[in-house]
């Protein structure tokens, strides 16, 4: 074990930590070195920790366990889109090409007989294989060097999970794979001579039209969201499959469970019957959906309707309980001024603007309106293109 890792596995270390959790970190930092406790990982750990709250829970309940810098923990993994990889994929041997923090390749190793986590840097290599010990894993094998080499050594079919590091030269956030790093567009006939299965790990942010031209291969998309938050991008590819136009799967995991609805990429654009001014209730697709953009999907498999083509907003004369986002009761549309005072007394309202021409925060500055209560401020254009104001209760 290193002399740095030693610093960061030593009983006191850890009771300091756990001690000052909630702590001052600034103050610590000025504080300076206790005996057995280096201040600058001491403060690395808390902040890492305080950044794991709702994302790491099983982290935070295990004693001794190392976390990486807080940059880090931005890219990782929650416990929830790593136990959805775990049920996505199984199997007898699985390869971790971007090993880094490790939260997927521990739970990968839950799901296939052996697991492999490859990462060129000794330091998380060292760290991880600390915490997979701590967490009672002994079906993983570390290897320190890098993803290409390594795949060039594989003398069998294997199946391959890859998370490519999105910062560029200057630790800019990047989205296109030709700008992360490993370049899966330079690696991929590698990938294919060594893998029959790939499954990549994208930002939120990337183009998934762009995403598919890039990868050729993909059978399926998944995005994933966690309380209408999109979390991250899947491309499972498939190498003796080649589809021009995969389904794209959308989750949204809520407080009261899992909306999941799946589409094609390519659709035709929404049939002009399908437009309506709002009726009794509205519906505001969730993060996944609107990322994958599966308007004409919902109007052939749910009965409702768009507001606009350019407004993403469906409505029907009764309540749709398995709409895949959010539910609203319309109490009133078009309201003006006067509506305000009458509907929203109190000032205080929740604001939601699709295809507005003005921001909430204007609305707000507008109206003199405060965030809160219980009631929705939803700005929307119509189908003639004219902007309209409604307020609505939400349902869920």
Not at 67 to 73: M, N, R, V
Not at 84 to 112: P, R
Request: contains cysteine; charged residues 25%; aromatic residues 10%.
């Amino acid at each position: 074990m290193s002399s740095s890792l030693n610093k960061l596995t030593n009983e006191t270390f850890h009771r300091f930590i756990s001690e000052n959790e909630n702590a001052d970190v600034t103050k610590l930092l000025l504080a300076g070195n206790k005996p057995d406790v280096d201040m600058k990982l001491a403060v690395d750990q808390i902040l890492s920790r305080l950044k794991s709250k709702g994302k790491l829970a099983s982290w935070l309940r295990q004693d001794g366990l190392i976390f990486p810098p807080p940059l880090s923990i931005e890219q990782a993994s929650s416990d929830l889109t790593a136990a959805y990889k775990s049920e996505l994929l199984s199997g007898d041997h699985l390869v971790d090409l971007t090993g880094g923090m490790g939260v997927d390749t521990l739970a990968f190793a839950t799901s296939f007989e052996r697991v492999t986590y490859v990462e060129p840097d000794p330091w998380l290599c060292e760290v991880f294989e600390h915490n997979a010990l701590q967490l009672g894993h002994d079906n993983i094998s570390i290897v320190n060097q890098r993803s290409e080499d390594y795949l060039k050594t594989i003398d069998s079919k294997v199946t391959c999970y890859i998370d490519p590091a999105r910062r560029g030269n200057f630790k800019q956030k990047v989205f296109q794979f030709e700008d992360c790093s490993p370049d899966l567009t330079e690696m991929l006939i590698l990938l294919k001579e060594k893998s029959e299965r790939v499954l990549v790990k994208a930002s939120p942010m990337i183009d998934l039209t762009e995403g598919i031209r890039a990868l050729k291969y993909v059978d399926l998309v998944h995005i994933l969201s966690i309380k209408n938050d999109c979390k991250e991008v899947l491309f499972d590819l498939h190498f003796n499959v080649k589809k021009n136009n995969p389904a794209i799967k959308t989750v949204n995991y809520t407080d009261q469970g899992i909306e999941s609805f799946t589409f094609d990429l390519i659709q035709a654009k929404v049939d002009l019957n399908c437009f309506s001014e709002p009726k009794s209730y509205l519906y505001e697709p969730n993060a996944s959906v609107l990322k994958g953009g599966g308007f004409a999907s919902i109007c052939s498999s749910f009965p409702v309707y768009k507001i606009q083509q350019n407004t993403h907003l469906f409505t029907s004369d009764f309540i749709i309980e398995e709409f895949p986002g959010r539910k609203f009761i319309v109490l009133k549309d078009g309201i003006t001024k006067a509506d305000i005072e009458t509907f929203i007394p109190d000032k205080k309202v929740n604001i939601i603007t699709r295809n507005y021409p003005i921001k909430p925060e204007e609305i707000k500055k507008k109206y003199k309106l405060k965030d809160g209560g219980n009631q929705y401020l939803i700005g929307y254009r119509n189908m003639e293109n004219k902007a309209k104001l409604l307020v609505a209760g939400r349902l869920n």
